[in-house]
C-alpha cells in the first residue's frame, strides 16, 4: 500500500487544519491507520490512530480535544482535523499504515509510512 499526505500549511495559533491521507495499491480497509509526527529537533511521536473498521481511535494526550482522526473506506482514504493549533504542533506529519487490527500507537507496528507533510503553527 502507498500512502500520500496533504493539506499541511502555515497558520497561526487558534487556526485549524485538515490533513488528508490517500491510500493506494491495496483497499485501506485492511489496515489500521495512523498520524505521526517529528517536530524540529525531536524524535518522531504518536497522534492519533485509527482501526481498520473506524469505530476505535486514540489520541496522544497533547492533542486530545483538538485532533480528530477519521477515515473513508469507500475513498481509501485518513484525515486528521486539527484545531486550536499550537506552536508546539509544528512538525512534519507522517501517515501510516498497519496490519495491525487494533488502534495502536507503536510505530514499530506500522508497515507502511507516507512522505510527510509539513505543518507550521505560528505565535
Known amino acids: 500500500i502507498q500512502l500520500v499526505e496533504s493539506g499541511g500549511g502555515s497558520v497561526q495559533a487558534g487556526g485549524s487544519l485538515r490533513l488528508s491521507c490517500a491510500a493506494s495499491?491495496?483497499?485501506?480497509?485492511?489496515?489500521?491507520m495512523a498520524w505521526f509526527r517529528q517536530g524540529p529537533g525531536k524524535r518522531r511521536e504518536f497522534v492519533a490512530a485509527i482501526n481498520w473498521k473506524g469505530d476505535e481511535t486514540r489520541y496522544e494526550d497533547s492533542v486530545k480535544g483538538r485532533f480528530t482522526i477519521s477515515r473513508d473506506n469507500a475513498e481509501d482514504s485518513m484525515y486528521l482535523q486539527m484545531d486550536d493549533l499550537k506552536p508546539e504542533d509544528t512538525a512534519i506529519y507522517y501517515c501510516a499504515a498497519s496490519s495491525v487490527i487494533a488502534a495502536t500507537n507503536l510505530p514499530n507496528l506500522y508497515n507502511f509510512w507516507g512522505m510527510g507533510t509539513q505543518v507550521t503553527v505560528s505565535s
Open positions: 495499491g491495496r483497499p485501506a480497509n485492511r489496515y489500521s
